[in-house]
Structure formats: structure tokens, C-alpha cells
């Protein structure tokens, strides 16, 4: 009777085994878009008829996801929502740095190893990136699955695919292609060379970006000629015009880039059967135009607007078309973003009545350093400089003369911070202790620090300052919440629409799609399994 009774037990707990494996997602589709703005989703929602639509109303939105880091740049945004762990573990602490030994910038995920593939392409490969992401997990699992990454830009396809992503595919602005390096592959698949022959761009892109909608619905947003905004051309307003030729180098600053990217998410989709060979794949597509319009022209403006507009009908069309394919049961998605953006200053200090100012770098903040560092080697009766590619102190030219490391520091803190627009400086050695005195946004730069790769200090400037070399437009590095806030939304499998305002993080993304798939991921990981999105029957966790 007993052993019966173990064998029974055996049996029920095999199938169960088999059952969870059965309702398990064979699709994870990982999007991040660009500078997304969670706002956006709610901004236009009456205007979306498409993907941003069906997410809203089908999928779990998280109100109140954030970075929980200060380097809101692209590459780390990337890493982050890849690898689950923050800046400080994978290495990823900007889009380029300064090496501490050779003092040369190097680019996030360059690679001079990596050759071209069929004569394009090239130069990049995930060689910087410390950890290991969602896509390498599942391959370790599961080495049949597929896993391809697909971006207009090669660092957000190069970091959210990983180590052992099958293709890496990135827009080339030259030839208007998808290209690729020899780190992932000898030669293009056969659909990839199709889809570069196809003469996309020719077929699909109109000679102007026109707006979509009638011009009324466009009016709460401002004027649509507003003199901060980056020209395109001679004009900062609607219609603008691609310049005979130059389709393919400037297509990426309109909606049209993003289309493209999606049209060949579709090639893949479809030639490489993903989702649909009874094995789990992973495609990720990281979508860049918001980026791109977003410096141009901020957050609120009419080409924002249109853009989105146009993303939620070219997004929904392609989600339409692998839910037909693969079945919304055997879908897991998730859309996220890098990072936000701030809001032009000028626009904001007129029509938000906000507190904001540009500070331009090269006039207002590098001119004062200078001098600081004159002060201080005439102080100290030094002949060199004491700031270094604006990121090192010359710790030794000091000890020479009798200034130890921590005299240094302070009288640079106290000079830097006489310098208007500078609200702290942060150093090497506060950034590395876990136990330094706690003192606003010490932590999130504490986990955007990286040693093998860190410089000296880090200076925060004042929140709504943009610090910039650009007397038009507007970006984002920033740890404040206009920078670091974040959408996540998930959707499909067993999911039910949902809000959820509970805090969450970037880092949390990786391991809840790895928990509901069933695969381990690393104990390295800094983020957690959102308890929201897990099925009643559970998966593995850390390994």
C-alpha cells in the first residue's frame, strides 16, 4: 500500500510538472521603447486604437516603476531591464566612460573583434556586459530556444540580447539595413537578406512626415513652432521633409524608424517559427525613435504626439499578428523603457509655469571648473592640473606636497559646489562604501557605480537643470523622477487587466519573466519576481 500510494504521489506530481510546463508561455516578447515616458500611455489614450491600447486595457500596468539608479542613459537602461541587476554589477554604467587606466572613452559595447557580417555591420559586441540577461538564461535552459534582439540602435539590441543571443540585428543609418557583427553570426539568414533587399524604406517612407490626425486634435499641445524645439531643416513645425537621399541617415528621427524595426521583428517572427515549436523563444525589440524625437522636439510636442499616435497602430499591427500566430495564452510580454526625458525648460518655465533653466556646459559650468582648478594648483603650489578629463583628481601631484586625498576632496567639494547649477559631488570612495552617511541620491548613484570603470566624482546638478552642450532640444541622465520614472505593463499568457500602484523597479522585470517561465536565473540578480504576474503554480527561483 505504500509503495502504491508512492507511486500515485509520483505520478500527480509529474503531471502537474508536465501541466505547468504545458501552460507555460512559449513566446517572451520583451519590448523597451525608447525614452518612453510612462505619461504617454494616458496622455493620448483616447486617440490610441492600437498596441498602446490593448496594453492598457487588456494588460497589468505598473504606475510607479522607476530605475532606482542615477545613469538614466540608454546602455544602462538596457542592461538593467536585461540582466536584472543594476549598474554597479554589470558594468554597463553609461553609454561610454573613461577608462581609469588608458584615460580613453570607451563605447558601451564596442568591440573592435567584431567583423562585419557580409561586408555591413560589425564593431560591436556585449564583450563590456558583466552579467548575464533574460535571453542567456534561457538558452542555458533550454539551448533549442531562440533568441534574437532587434533595435534601431546597436547597444539596446547588442545588451537586451546578451552573451549567446542567436541574432543581434541593429539599424545602419548608411545603408539603410539591418546589420549585424560576427560575434553572433558568419553570414545574415536568408529572411534578414531578403527583408535588406525588399528596399523597405523606398516602398514604405513617404517623402514628408505629415501629421495623422486632424490639426485640432494637436492644439492642447502647444504651438507646434516653438523656438527651443530643434529644427528639422530651417523649421521646428510640421511638415517636415526628408532631404533628397538622405531617407536612410535621418529616418530614425521620425515614426518611420520605429516601423521599420517592427516590419522586420515580423521577418523574424514569422521565418524563425518563434513561440511556435513547442519550446519557449525570447525576441526582443527595442523601439528608438521616442528617443530621438523626444531630443529633438520634447515630450510635448506635436511630433511626440503624432509619433505615438503612429507607434500604438505600427506596435498593435504586429501584436495583432503574433497573437493570430502563436495565441495570446502562449504569449508573455512585457514594455518597459530606459529612461525618461525632462521637458524642454523652456516649456516648461512658460506653459507649466515650472521652475526650470538650460545651463550649457561649455559656457556656464566648464569655464568655473577651470578656474577652480587654477585656484587649486595655485593653493597647493602645483604646476599640474588637478581635474583630469573632467573625471580624476591628481592624487598624487597632491600627496607630493603634503595634501592628503581627503583634504583634496573637500576643497574640490566646496569649490564645485559654489558653482551655481551644481547640487552635490559624489567620490570614488562614498560611492563604494555601503556605509557612508546617507545624504539625498547618494544610493542611486552608489548603484550606478561601477570601480573597474568609475571615475573620481560624479557631480549632480539641480533638478529641472538641463546641463547640456545643445542651445535646442532636451535629454535625460538624471537621477530625479522626471528621468527615472519609468512604464512597465505586461501582457497575455493568464494575465488580467490590472493597475497596480506598488513601487517597483526596472531590475524586477527579468526575474518575474524568468519565474513564469520556468527557467533559473542568477543569485546575482538584483531585482525580484513580481508576486502580480506569477501563476498560482510557481517556478524555480535563484540559483
Excluded at 533595435?151 to 549567446?164: C, N, T, V
Aim: net charge negative; glycine share 6%.
Amino acid at each position: 500500500m505504500k509503495r502504491l500510494l508512492t507511486i500515485i504521489i509520483v505520478l500527480i506530481s509529474a503531471t502537474n510538472l508536465m501541466l505547468q510546463a504545458a501552460q507555460r508561455p512559449t513566446l517572451i516578447l520583451f519590448i523597451s521603447i525608447d525614452q518612453m515616458r510612462p505619461d504617454y500611455l494616458e496622455r493620448y489614450k483616447d486617440q490610441y486604437v492600437g498596441g498602446f491600447k490593448k496594453l492598457i486595457q487588456e494588460g497589468v500596468v505598473y504606475t510607479n516603476a522607476d530605475l532606482n539608479y542615477s545613469g538614466s542613459w540608454t546602455a544602462p537602461g538596457h542592461a538593467a531591464l536585461s540582466t536584472g541587476t543594476y549598474p554597479r554589477k554589470n558594468g554597463i554604467i553609461s553609454n561610454e566612460w573613461i577608462d581609469p587606466v588608458t584615460r580613453k572613452t570607451v563605447y558601451c559595447v564596442s568591440d573592435f573583434s567584431a567583423k562585419p557580417v557580409e561586408g555591413e555591420g560589425g564593431g560591436y559586441s556585449p564583450r563590456n556586459l558583466r552579467e548575464t540577461t533574460i535571453g542567456d538564461w534561457l538558452k542555458s535552459a533550454s539551448p533549442t530556444s531562440r533568441v534574437i534582439s532587434i533595435s534601431g540602435k546597436e547597444r539596446a539590441a547588442i545588451l537586451m540580447g546578451g552573451h549567446h543571443a542567436d541574432y543581434a540585428f541593429w539599424y545602419d543609418r548608411e545603408t539603410g539595413h539591418m546589420v549585424t557583427s560576427d560575434y553572433y553570426t558568419q553570414q545574415l539568414p536568408a529572411w534578414a537578406k531578403s527583408f535588406n533587399a525588399s528596399e523597405w524604406i523606398k516602398h514604405n517612407v513617404p517623402d514628408a512626415w505629415t501629421k495623422l490626425l486632424p490639426e485640432e486634435l494637436y492644439l492642447s499641445d502647444g504651438p507646434d513652432e516653438f523656438a527651443a524645439e530643434t529644427p528639422w531643416g530651417t523649421r521646428t513645425s510640421f511638415p517636415h521633409v526628408f532631404e533628397p537621399g538622405k531617407k536612410e541617415r535621418y529616418l530614425m528621427n521620425s515614426p518611420y524608424g520605429d516601423h521599420l524595426v517592427l516590419a522586420f521583428a515580423g521577418k523574424a517572427f514569422h521565418a524563425e517559427q518563434l513561440g511556435q515549436r513547442n519550446v519557449t523563444d525570447y525576441l526582443s525589440i527595442d523601439l528608438s525613435c521616442t528617443d530621438y524625437i523626444g531630443h529633438n522636439f520634447g515630450p510635448n510636442s506635436h511630433e511626440m504626439h503624432d509619433h505615438l499616435l503612429r507607434l500604438d497602430r505600427a506596435l498593435g499591427a504586429l501584436l495583432d499578428e503574433i497573437e493570430r500566430t502563436v495565441g495570446r495564452d502562449k504569449i508573455l510580454l512585457a514594455l518597459s523603457a530606459d529612461h525618461g526625458v525632462l521637458p524642454l525648460p523652456e516649456y516648461l518655465v512658460q506653459y507649466q509655469h515650472q521652475p526650470a533653466r538650460r545651463i550649457l556646459f561649455n559656457k556656464e559650468i566648464k569655464p568655473k571648473i577651470d578656474e577652480l582648478d587654477r585656484s587649486l594648483q595655485q593653493q597647493l603650489g602645483l604646476s599640474e592640473p588637478v581635474i583630469q578629463s573632467n573625471a580624476f583628481l591628481h592624487y598624487a601631484a597632491a600627496s607630493s606636497v603634503g595634501v592628503d586625498s581627503l583634504t583634496l576632496e573637500q576643497l574640490l567639494r566646496e569649490g564645485l559646489l559654489k558653482i551655481e547649477g551644481i547640487a552635490d559631488v559624489y567620490f570614488r570612495r562614498e560611492l563604494i562604501n555601503p556605509h557612508t552617511p546617507f545624504r539625498p541620491y547618494l544610493d542611486r548613484f552608489q548603484r550606478s557605480y561601477y570601480p573597474p570603470r568609475g571615475q573620481d566624482f560624479i557631480i549632480r546638478y539641480c533638478e529641472y537643470c538641463l546641463v547640456t552642450s545643445q542651445s535646442t532640444g532636451t535629454s535625460h541622465s538624471a537621477p530625479y523622477r522626471y528621468d527615472t520614472h519609468v512604464p512597465v505593463v505586461f501582457w497575455g499568457a493568464h494575465l488580467k487587466s490590472k493597475r497596480i500602484e506598488d513601487p517597483i523597479y526596472t531590475v524586477d522585470v527579468a526575474p518575474t519573466l524568468a519565474k513564469v517561465v520556468g527557467i533559473d536565473y542568477p543569485s546575482t540578480v538584483d531585482g525580484k519576481p513580481l508576486t502580480q504576474i506569477i501563476p498560482p503554480t510557481g517556478a524555480p527561483t535563484k540559483s
